[in-house]
T-cell receptor
Framework: EAAVTQSPRNKVAVTGGKVTLSCNQTNNHNNMYWYRQDTGHGLRLIHYSYGAGSTEKGDIPDGYKASRPSQENFSLILELATPSQTSVYFC??????????????FGSGTRLLVI | GQQVQQSPASLVLQEGENAELQCNFSTSLNSMQWFYQRPGGSLVSLFYNPSGTKQSGRLTSTTVIKERRSSLHISSSQTTDSGTYLCAMGMGYKLTFGTGTSLLVDP
């Protein structure tokens, strides 16, 4: 069954440390996305990718980097984690939002606590 | 300002009651979708509905692009409908989400 798998499910990091969140999809979608979800803000787009080797800035990219080494894998990197990056992070894969039959699949989320 | 406004922010129903969730957009859009989020869990796509009316079981989505709004109607609610309902507008390659409606259906 096609799916989006995130790891880890939970992570505690120290301020200033490096954090890497991983995402793997078996949907064979070209596009992948990283969102964070916070109370009062809904889901906000951090970075996205059109395919292997590409990364694009979303609406809130500051403090985050992304890497898309292959069709299946998309990572979110926090080089210097800060407490304000404590959040729930979701990865998704999908067809373009403007396609006639949009298909979006989300991972189960990663709960990150930066102390 | 917020491009996607959802209302109400929260809603409590007795099992069997109907619900109407609203989504309003401040800009023109290519498409819109409705998602359901389980408590503490992932998101599941309910409808891709750029215009018109679509129905799936007890759920009906109606989008009027010209008026920049979409609604989600839940009929004969069940306790398993509890969770958060999110609408999202599509522009190009990305979705912009509303803050969601938290629904609790009591038995």
């Amino acid at each position: 069954e096609a799916a989006v798998t995130q790891s880890p499910r939970n992570k505690v990091a120290v301020t200033g440390g490096k954090v890497t969140l991983s995402c793997n999809q078996t949907n064979n979608h070209n596009n992948m996305y990283w969102y964070r979800q916070d109370t009062g803000h809904g889901l906000r787009l951090i970075h996205y990718s059109y395919g292997a080797g590409s990364t694009e800035k979303g609406d809130i990219p500051d403090g985050y980097k992304a890497s898309r080494p292959s069709q299946e894998n998309f990572s979110l990197i926090l080089e210097l984690a800060t407490p304000s990056q404590t959040s729930v992070y979701f990865c998704a894969s999908g067809d373009p939002a403007g396609a006639s039959n949009s298909d979006y699949t989300f991972g189960s989320g990663t709960r990150l606590l930066v102390i | 300002g917020q491009q996607v406004q959802q209302s109400p922010a929260s809603l409590v129903l007795q099992e069997g009651e109907n619900a109407e969730l609203q989504c309003n957009f401040s800009t023109s859009l290519n498409s819109m979708q409705w998602f359901y989020q389980r408590p503490g869990g992932s998101l599941v796509s309910l409808f891709y509905n750029p215009s018109g009316t679509k129905q799936s079981g007890r759920l009906t989505s109606t989008t009027v692009i010209k008026e920049r709004r979409s609604s989600l109607h839940i009929s004969s609610s069940q306790t398993t409908d509890s969770g958060t309902y999110l609408c999202a507008m599509g522009m190009g390659y990305k979705l912009t989400f509303g803050t969601g409606t938290s629904l609790l259906v009591d038995p």
